[in-house]
């Protein structure tokens, strides 16, 4: 690895990065501050500059895509929800509309620490998706802290889901498989919605969870400073210095999200709302499809949610992929390790979608 690559990566994590991530990091994410290294009235100016780096991907052409209002309360208001919908070419390929011409449907929330990213976030995978499998997808643009911090992003994106289900026909949506998921954020909420699914008689059950990179403890990050060496979570002392989401850029997230405030934070963090992992139950769930970076500051956590699945008998499958970072996922257009992550997306969507 030469020189430059070395400077721009953290010594901790420098021998454990795969050289074509590495390339990549340098070449687009490394030029760039992040918002947690600027103040946050900058970071305000232009939140797009600071959102994580995507390198340059195909677009894939869709069938259509539609942009709905959705109301949501607590504060009133209303979010968009982008709707995409598979060519009929892509459909037939599929083969996986129902007699009376009903899709299959995956409902996306985008990451981006519950502070950061918009639709364009997951666009390029939302499409490929789309086609690839023959579904329909649905983007869910939540809002976002600090102007609504938690629980808002996830009681908006609770809203959304149960909107998609009350309005399926309208949207040409089979109710009966329906999948949710989200990368890092966006996991965090496919998480918790899994559960307030499972718990809700009136919805029909999801057909998958997929969680990529995703949060799911909120109780260990501090305020200020490293992590005590006693967290359960090794990732947090091993990768603190991770590239694209150190724990400076995690604890920057999380005290817009769920404020400085000791008490009231802790208080937060020990509901499963806040902390999906301390549900009082994990049973009975959508089966999980777990993606997990292994250069980045949630590793453990991930890996932890799923053992905690499969102990109570959810069924879930993890993958670890090897030598990267946290938005690894979002460079399909250059990575391998993306490419192969994103067939794997694929692939777990058309296993869920069989009848």
């Known amino acids: 690895m030469g020189e430059t690559l070395v400077n721009a990566l953290h010594s901790s994590v420098v021998d454990r990065i795969e050289p074509g991530f590495a390339e990549i990091y340098t070449k687009y994410q490394a030029p760039r501050l992040r918002a947690d290294q600027v103040t946050y009235e900058e970071y305000n100016k232009d939140r797009s500059k600071y959102t994580f780096a995507i390198c340059p991907a195909p677009v894939t052409e869709v069938g259509s895509t539609k942009i709905y209002k959705v109301p949501v309360t607590d504060p009133a208001g209303e979010i968009d929800v982008q709707v995409y919908y598979p060519t009929e070419e892509a459909i037939a390929k599929g083969g996986l509309k129902t007699k009376d011409g009903k899709l299959p449907a995956h409902v996306d929330y985008h990451g981006g620490g519950f502070v950061i990213g918009t639709l364009a976030s997951d666009d390029i995978w939302c499409r490929k998706v789309c086609q690839d499998v023959g579904c329909v997808v649905l983007n869910v643009d939540y809002r976002m802290a600090p102007d609504y911090p938690h629980p808002v992003p996830n009681m908006d994106s609770w809203q959304a889901l149960k909107w998609v289900f009350k309005n399926a026909d309208k949207l040409g949506v089979d109710p009966e ?31 998958l969870q997929m969680l990529v990179v995703p949060a799911v403890d909120t109780r260990f990050i501090p305020l200020e400073g490293s992590c005590d060496e006693s967290v359960p979570y090794k990732s947090y002392i091993e990768n603190e210095f991770a590239p694209c989401l150190p ?83 979002h460079w399909d257009g250059e990575l391998e390790a993306a490419k192969e992550y994103v067939q794997d997306t694929i692939d777990a969507l058309k296993k869920a979608y069989k009848v």
């Open 177 to 207: 498989r329906v999948s949710i998921g989200g990368l890092s954020a966006g996991g965090h909420i496919a998480a918790v919605l899994a559960l307030l699914a499972r718990d809700e008689k009136t919805l029909p059950k999801l057909v």
């Open 247 to 329: 724990l400076n850029r995690l604890r920057w997230f999380y005290n817009l999200w769920l404020g400085t405030d000791i008490e009231a934070r802790k208080k937060m963090t020990n509901d499963f709302i806040a902390s999906p992992i301390l549900a009082s139950s994990h049973a009975n769930l959508a089966p999980a499809s777990i993606h997990v970076a292994e250069i980045d500051t949630l590793t453990s956590e991930g890996i932890a949610y799923h053992e905690k699945l499969s102990a109570a008998g959810t069924p879930s499958t993890l993958k670890v992929y090897k030598g990267v970072g946290h938005p690894f996922g």
